[in-house]
């Protein structure tokens, strides 16, 4: 047998034999092992405590990456609730559009917000909000199954922002009645921090303000 097959057999001996070591209890105090922590030759049983202490070190990280995830869901929560509030205080449809672009900037500290909208009804085909997109514009918003969180591309959403210039984020939401139905508006979010949307960042939350905007602003349509 090669020293590979020897360990393996040894290991799986010992896998089936937990009782091993009970017979042969003095081995335990014996063996002596290197510590990757110390350097130094441990006993297996203080072996085990290390590798113990390692997991449970790794536990409470993960833990405590789970408490502040929590918390900032938390936070994250309560904003949403405040921004749905600030629509339902909205006083009439007219002022709806800016009491949300202006809610999205005041409450999550997004530094520009726009939205746009089309088929909307012909008593706000005058609003600033309703001035048409071009089609690529169009059909780009009807492929999103989702916000689009990235860098600022030049899109023509993005240039509906004041001072676009700025911006190298931006989050763009589909504006939709339902999951299976076309777009009939987009929201645009904007930040001069690179990083402030990115695609690798989760999209659960902008999903959910899309889903609240869409609802909100469904009573402008046509």
């Known amino acids: ?19 091993f070591f009970q ?10 092992l290197p510590s990757p922590l110390t350097g130094r030759a441990v006993s297996l ?9 390692e997991k449970y070190k790794v536990l409470e990280l993960r833990m405590a990456e789970l408490m502040r995830l929590a918390q900032d869901n938390d936070v994250i929560t309560h904003k949403l609730q ?3 509030r600030t629509l339902l205080t909205a006083r009439n449809d007219v002022d709806l ?3 949300l672009n202006s809610g999205l900037k005041s409450i999550f500290g997004v530094p520009h917000a726009t939205l746009r909208i089309w088929q909307v009804a012909p008593q706000y085909a005058h609003t600033w909000y309703s001035q048409g997109p071009l089609q690529d514009t169009k059909l780009f918003a009807d492929s999103l199954q989702g916000p689009y969180c990235g860098k600022n591309k030049d899109f023509e959403a993005v240039r509906w922002l004041e001072n676009a210039e700025e911006v190298q984020s931006t989050a763009i939401l589909p504006l939709r009645i339902d999951a299976s139905s ?9 930040s001069p921090d690179p990083d402030r949307f990115h695609t690798g960042m989760a999209t659960d939350f902008l999903a959910e303000i899309g889903k ?8 402008l349509l046509d």
């Open 97 to 99: 559009p800016h009491t």
């Open 182 to 190: 076309e777009t009939f508006g987009l929201l645009v979010l904007g």
């Open 82 to 84: 405040s921004w749905t």
């Open 23 to 32: 017979e042969q209890g003095t081995l335990l105090a014996q063996i002596r």
């Open 212 to 219: 609240t905007a869409s609802a909100a602003l469904m009573c």
């Open 1 to 19: 047998m090669t020293s590979s097959l020897d360990s393996q057999y040894v290991a799986q001996y010992l896998a089936d034999n937990p009782d």
């Open 45 to 53: 049983q203080e072996r085990q405590i290390e590798v113990l202490r």
